[in-house]
């Protein structure tokens, strides 16, 4: 792993537009039912996925278990998130799979395993589906933050040979996912769609813990949640140049968009990372 004064230049390589940790919590124990499977890392206490991310979606939507098949793209803002809010670490300990989203994440990967680590963002995993939809997409449910961007996704996927009736969505309100009477109408309406493919695009923690807590109502979906990846891949928000996005600087292209939603994000949350990661090298070297 590379040093923690190393570490403080990667901090800001969190994407929180693909997919929105001091004392380190334990995370909660995964359930039996939604193993990691196939090449992983060990990171901060969970499993990641490390290959491709086709071929991690092709994995979990082979798996059947009676549950939301939930796939997490992690990222700095994740991991801070994780050592203070006990629903998210359960959501996460629950996920179906975990992904390295934000570069400091895949760079620790990196030093930490021998075998190949691949990023996964939530732009991959939704680009592993709108193009060419694969049979697990045959019936598909956008929970956005705006409407004309599910539109603009539906119409894609139509394009691509879903027909109409295939893609429905909803726009909640703000602080939906406190209202229990709400969430439970939306959550049979879901099922009600025989979804096969729900996308939560309202941000992080609160789609994963909404997907944890109503999934015995939502049924069985592969859920991706990719926060403003959604609003991205619709054409609504312009992503990084590639450059950036190697070197781990898309966190600064990101901020110039919004600078007085993502100043606390980058310029005071993020700095704990430093001591959660140098924690969780003493750790894994202790072990």
Known sequence: MRDIGEISLYLGAMDPVLGEAHTVSAPAPAASG???????????GYRFHTGPAATLVA????????????????NVDHIVQ??????FREAYARAAARTLDGMPLVWLARKACAQPVHRITGHDLLGCVLADPPAFA???????????????????????????????????????????????????????HGTT????????????????????????????????????????????????????????????????????????????FIGLAARDRFRRRAG
Not at 205 to 234: M, Y
Request: aromatic share 10%; proline share 7%.
């Open 138 to 192: 045959r019936r598909v449910f956008f929970v956005s933050a705006r409407q004309d961007a599910a539109d603009a996704l539906a119409t894609r996927l139509q394009a691509a040979g879903l027909p109409p009736g295939a893609v429905a969505s909803a726009v909640p309100p703000f602080g939906f996912e406190h209202d229990a009477a709400y969430s439970r109408a939306l959550a049979e309406r879901i099922r009600a």
């Open 34 to 44: 939604s193993p990691q499977t196939g090449a992983t890392v060990e990171l901060f």
């Open 59 to 74: 994995d979990v939507a082979a798996r059947r278990d009676g549950r939301p098949r939930m796939i997490v793209t992690a």
């Open 82 to 87: 994780l050592s203070e809010n006990a629903p």
């Open 197 to 272: 493919l729900l996308v939560m695009g309202v941000g992080a923690p609160k789609s994963e813990i909404w997907v944890d807590r109503h999934g015995q109502t939502l049924g069985e979906p592969v859920v991706f949640c990719v926060g403003d990846a959604l609003n991205v891949a619709a054409g609504f928000l312009p992503r990084a140049p590639r450059l950036m996005q190697r070197l781990g600087l898309e966190w600064i292209y990101r901020f110039l968009q919004a600078p007085r939603r993502l100043f606390r994000r980058y310029f005071i949350k993020s700095w704990r």
